[in-house]
């Protein structure tokens, strides 16, 4: 499979527009845990993004994914801003000078966004954030190619660990973030930063499935 | 949702634009990035005093700039902390040679997007320092979570750190300073209603006719847990029963008393609240010094209020004192 | 009803007692009957500067009291305006011997409470007179009526013959000026919500989910008329346009622009106002000399605004800027 | 008929009695068309002169009335006030040094009342106030006593005039007090020193009829 630099960039576009889609969802997701913009934040956010991609559509994907995150750290703000941010630029310095990715280029580039939130917000697993939808999902991507297995097949299962990671946080309770202040309050309530993360992970999936197709 | 605004997406810049045509005298505002710093700025051999967060939370910081309190204050979206871009922006604007201190609220997005600021800012050669406040006693404190929220202490703080940096205090002693009122002040507050972010269009909790949100912070969010609605001097107890345990508070004690609205308390309301306050401390045994009594920390419309208690001493009582020339706090100028 | 108090019969009680325990330094309170007085009152030779109405109104009035503003004030139970006993017992604690002007808005309760004072205390032997302000252009002016309320005025009219009287003018041209800043202001208020009194227990009035009243006064009152709530910028031409045209103020002129929460209502959202005012006055030719932003003449926690327009001169220019020392105004001090 | 002082404590006290019942709902008229809070400062008047009436026990009618008048100005604020107050004073003027009434001093009293109440509130009839009912009842009296109708019967058409009077200001536009800022929104409700001035009516009626029986 080869993923090039326009599929990267659908990618991009793609996630925008389920972003967009899902803005009013995320924001109510936000509001009994928190403090009601995360869907705006991330909205004006990859808003802004679509405006910068034409500037670097003809550059390499390393480019163009720390531009995307440099770009979110600039506009997007909370908690949201420097993790997702972070995590788009950490991506793309483990593929730069990139036109061109393997599977197996993804699997890392998608190691290094993790590390990037880790180190950016110091949240483990089971603190009830975007981690425990991401970290599952990347789980999953390596063990698959420790074991060989095909990378349509390993997506889909990564993207269904994701969405299982981001159910996984209705019962938690938070200790990192703004929900963490409600204690026990923060109980039975979906993370939103969680859901963003899923929504991202499905456009991922729907972008590698339109390659196969 | 009723609000005086044009379009939920304008609130903050034409709030800006607005601060911008009040008080050109004493601020100056720009915009992408976003934000004020006084109209004199940058001080020369002054350390730039800065802070930023969410917008909904006026007159903070915006209205805090000026002679004797910040240099530069950078707001975000509606209770979104701001992006690395304005803090990086506002402190070369505010930098005079002597470093610049950042004051930042705990929450995680104001901690992380002031991090990546100072370590751009760093990059970029500029000696930056910064503190973080984190008063809020409702919520527990412990290594394993987020920790406490910052939240009235950083009005007073900021007051007291802007005058040590116009006396002329190094960053070390900026620092120093902040740190110590920091740790010498505690807080907690209470709402009778939610507050709606513009964009969200609903209020963020529901809350019966009869019923209070008790350790609430800034953001709208709900508190610590649902009470009934119940007297003024009942409330009182509730708010300043934990701030006086935390620090603790002892009798002897002389404090900075500050009685804040959440921005849709009317000032009878403050004052009665005040009035039981007052007696509260007295049966104690502590001395209030010093007081502010008024809407400095608000979470846009929403009814309620919040106590602050910093313990003073010499030094602190006197930087209170320091003359502040600001939009919203002014005395001695 | 969602209130900081401890029973409705003791809010205007407690507050008074908050105000006492707040501002010591700078007024004093008496009880039965209530008013506040500056702590040095009264002030030898100069003319004592009084003023009052019903509570609910805060800072108004009680917050205007000290250096430079009112020597005293008088207040009423929430929205009723004060008995005669509290305007005489003040007048007598204020007069320093060149008399003792009554500043008074224009409600039958207020004038004949204070017509009563005045008459009682002229049978004292006391040199008393007396100005109504009635500014709000949102009440048609007519002989037959009550005429029009004061409002926004009110609060500047106060600042300005408070700085007159400090500077050492008599009585008459105490009375001269405070007639002159009535003469050139005029005022008109909007709102978002209406307000409970406390006693009362539920809404002056029902506002729909997308409705406003337009043409309100500051007694919880409704307005002329309700309106589909409508944007910042449609509201500022609702309430400017009729402000401007009746003085009228022209091309050319500059003013002192006044931009009144109504209690309830958060800063942002006066700033968006001031904002939109701004344009609005830039547009029409007139400069803003002087501006003035926030909640200080309130109708408990109503959230809406109000505008209140002042022609300036150099004469008032330089009242405003006049140094000031009250708990709810201060500068140059 | 004789009307003792005792008589006239039984009024006053008979007031106080009736406004504390109908306290909420003169603050529900003053709702619509007012501040809220007519019956608030009614109630808070009258219960101080429950306090002040026994330090007047033993003296004449006029002094009496006097401090009825006094402490009602003193404590009621607001309109009604000045003009309760005033009302009773003038009244208490009328019957200086008197211990007891004849029917014609009562009606020269109310008479006194009456235009203490104008003379301080300058409202005409038809201004939708307190007057519209007043007015009627004290015409219904004078008339009475020119015909010479016996002095129950006059008053309890006068009594019924207060009442057809305080119904009367329901259509009224307010041209005076607080109402008069409302416009031709003051229409529709009726006013509430009216109806106060109507319960003061009747129970001056049923003091009557005490006195009768
Ligand atoms: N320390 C952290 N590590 C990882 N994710 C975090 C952390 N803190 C918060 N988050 C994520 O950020 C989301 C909230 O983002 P957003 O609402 O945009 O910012 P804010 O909380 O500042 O309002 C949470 O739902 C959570 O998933
Ligand atoms: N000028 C006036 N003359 C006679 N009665 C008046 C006048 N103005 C007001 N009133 C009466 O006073 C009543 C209102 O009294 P109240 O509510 O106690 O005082 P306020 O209007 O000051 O709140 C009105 O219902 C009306 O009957
Ligand atoms: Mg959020
Ligand atoms: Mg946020
Ligand atoms: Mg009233
Ligand atoms: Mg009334």
């Given at each position: 499979?080869?993923i090039?630099?326009?599929h990267?960039i659908?990618?991009?576009e793609g996630?925008a527009?389920?972003?967009k889609?899902?803005?009013d969802?995320?924001?109510?997701?936000?509001s009994?845990?928190?403090?009601?913009?995360h869907?705006v934040?991330m909205?004006?956010?990859f808003?802004?993004?679509?405006d910068?991609?034409p500037?670097?559509?003809?550059?390499?994907?390393?480019t163009?994914?720390k531009?995307?995150g440099m770009?979110?750290?600039s506009t997007v703000?909370?908690a949201?801003?420097?993790?997702?941010?972070?995590?788009f630029?950490r991506?793309g310095m483990?593929l730069?000078?990139?036109?061109e990715?393997t599977?197996?280029e993804?699997v890392v580039?998608l190691e290094?966004?993790?590390?990037?939130?880790?180190a950016r917000?110091?949240?483990?697993?089971?603190?009830?954030t975007m981690i425990?939808a991401i970290?599952?999902g990347v789980?999953?991507l390596?063990e698959a190619q420790?074991?060989?297995?095909?990378?349509?097949?390993?997506?889909r299962?990564?993207?269904?660990?994701v969405?299982?990671g981001?159910?996984?946080t209705?019962?938690m309770?938070?200790?990192k973030g703004r929900a963490?202040?409600?204690?026990?309050?923060?109980?039975g309530h979906q993370?939103?930063g969680?859901?963003?993360?899923f929504?991202?992970?499905?456009v991922?999936?729907?972008?590698?499935e339109g390659?196969?197709? | 949702?009723?609000?005086l605004?044009?379009?939920?997406?304008?609130v903050v810049?034409?709030a800006?634009?607005?601060?911008?045509?009040a008080?050109?005298?004493?601020v100056?505002?720009?915009?992408?990035?976003d934000y004020?710093?006084?109209?004199d700025?940058?001080?020369?051999?002054?350390?730039g005093?800065?802070s930023g967060g969410?917008?909904g939370?006026e007159?903070m910081?915006?209205?805090?700039?000026?002679?004797g309190?910040?240099?530069a204050?950078c707001?975000g979206?509606v209770?979104?902390?701001?992006?690395p871009?304005?803090?990086?922006?506002a402190?070369?604007?505010?930098d005079g040679?002597?470093?610049?201190?950042?004051?930042?609220?705990?929450?995680t997005?104001?901690?992380m997007?002031?991090?990546?600021a100072?370590?751009?800012?760093a990059a970029?050669?500029?000696?930056?320092?910064?503190v973080?406040?984190?008063?809020d006693?409702?919520?527990?404190n412990s290594?394993?979570?987020?920790g406490?929220?910052?939240?009235g202490?950083?009005?007073?703080?900021?007051k007291m750190?802007g005058?040590?940096a116009e006396?002329?205090?190094?960053?070390?002693?900026?620092?120093r300073?902040?740190?110590?009122?920091?740790?010498q002040?505690r807080s907690?507050?209470?709402?009778?209603?939610a507050c709606t972010?513009?964009?969200a269009?609903k209020?963020g909790f529901e809350?019966?006719?009869?019923?209070?949100e008790v350790?609430i912070?800034?953001?709208?969010?709900?508190g610590r847990?649902?009470?009934?609605l119940?007297?003024?001097?009942?409330?009182?107890?509730?708010?300043?029963?934990p701030?006086l345990?935390?620090?603790p508070f002892?009798?002897g004690?002389?404090v900075l008393a500050?009685?804040?609205g959440m921005g849709g308390?009317?000032?009878?309301?403050?004052?009665v609240?005040?009035?039981?306050?007052?007696?509260l401390?007295?049966?104690r045994?502590?001395?209030i010094?010093?007081?502010?009594i008024g809407s400095?920390i608000t979470?846009l419309e929403?009814?309620?209020?919040?106590?602050?208690?910093v313990?003073?001493?010499?030094?602190?009582?006197?930087?209170w004192?320091a003359?502040v020339l600001t939009?919203?706090l002014?005395w001695?100028?």
């Amino acid at each position: 499979m080869r993923i090039t630099v326009e599929h990267v960039i659908k990618f991009v576009e793609g996630v925008a527009a389920r972003i967009k889609e899902h803005r009013d969802e995320l924001v109510q997701l936000d509001s009994p845990i928190g403090d009601s913009d995360h869907g705006v934040n991330m909205d004006r956010g990859f808003t802004t993004v679509l405006d910068k991609l034409p500037t670097v559509a003809d550059k390499d994907i390393g480019t163009i994914l720390k531009t995307v995150g440099m770009t979110l750290v600039s506009t997007v703000g909370g908690a949201s801003g420097p993790l997702y941010g972070t995590a788009f630029i950490r991506a793309g310095m483990a593929l730069t000078d990139r036109y061109e990715l393997t599977p197996a280029e993804v699997v890392v580039a998608l190691e290094a966004a993790l590390e990037g939130i880790q180190a950016r917000g110091k949240a483990q697993r089971g603190e009830k954030t975007m981690i425990d939808a991401i970290g599952p999902g990347v789980d999953v991507l390596k063990e698959a190619q420790a074991n060989g297995e095909e990378f349509m097949s390993a997506m889909r299962r990564s993207v269904a660990a994701v969405e299982e990671g981001m159910k996984s946080t209705i019962p938690m309770l938070a200790t990192k973030g703004r929900a963490s202040y409600l204690g026990q309050r923060s109980i039975g309530h979906q993370d939103p930063g969680a859901t963003s993360s899923f929504y991202i992970a499905q456009v991922m999936l729907e972008t590698v499935e339109g390659i196969h197709e | 949702m009723k609000k005086l605004i044009n379009a939920p997406e304008g609130v903050v810049k034409d709030a800006l634009a607005g601060i911008a045509a009040a008080h050109s005298d004493l601020v100056t505002v720009h915009y992408d990035p976003d934000y004020i710093v006084r109209a004199d700025a940058p001080v020369k051999g002054k350390v730039g005093i800065i802070s930023g967060g969410g917008s909904g939370h006026e007159p903070m910081h915006g209205g805090f700039v000026g002679r004797g309190m910040l240099d530069a204050a950078c707001p975000g979206a509606v209770f979104t902390s701001p992006v690395p871009d304005q803090m990086l922006a506002a402190t070369k604007a505010v930098d005079g040679g002597a470093g610049v201190l950042h004051i930042v609220k705990n929450y995680t997005g104001d901690v992380m997007n002031f991090e990546m600021a100072a370590e751009l800012a760093a990059a970029e050669g500029l000696d930056v320092a910064a503190v973080v406040t984190n008063d809020d006693v409702a919520v527990e404190n412990s290594t394993w979570t987020a920790g406490r929220r910052g939240v009235g202490v950083t009005v007073l703080l900021e007051k007291m750190v802007g005058a040590a940096a116009e006396a002329g205090a190094n960053l070390a002693e900026c620092k120093r300073i902040a740190e110590k009122v920091n740790a010498q002040g505690r807080s907690m507050g209470m709402a009778l209603t939610a507050c709606t972010v513009p964009h969200a269009g609903k209020p963020g909790f529901e809350l019966g006719d009869d019923e209070m949100e008790v350790g609430i912070g800034i953001h709208g969010e709900p508190g610590r847990r649902k009470e009934k609605l119940t007297t003024a001097a009942n409330i009182t107890e509730m708010l300043a029963g934990p701030i006086l345990d935390d620090l603790p508070f002892q009798r002897g004690d002389t404090v900075l008393a500050f009685v804040n609205g959440m921005g849709g308390t009317p000032q009878i309301e403050l004052y009665v609240m005040y009035n039981e306050l007052a007696k509260l401390l007295a049966d104690r045994g502590i001395t209030i010094g010093r007081n502010l009594i008024g809407s400095y920390i608000t979470s846009l419309e929403m009814a309620g209020c919040s106590f602050t208690l910093v313990k003073l001493d010499d030094e602190l009582t006197k930087l209170w004192d320091a003359p502040v020339l600001t939009p919203a706090l002014r005395w001695g100028a």
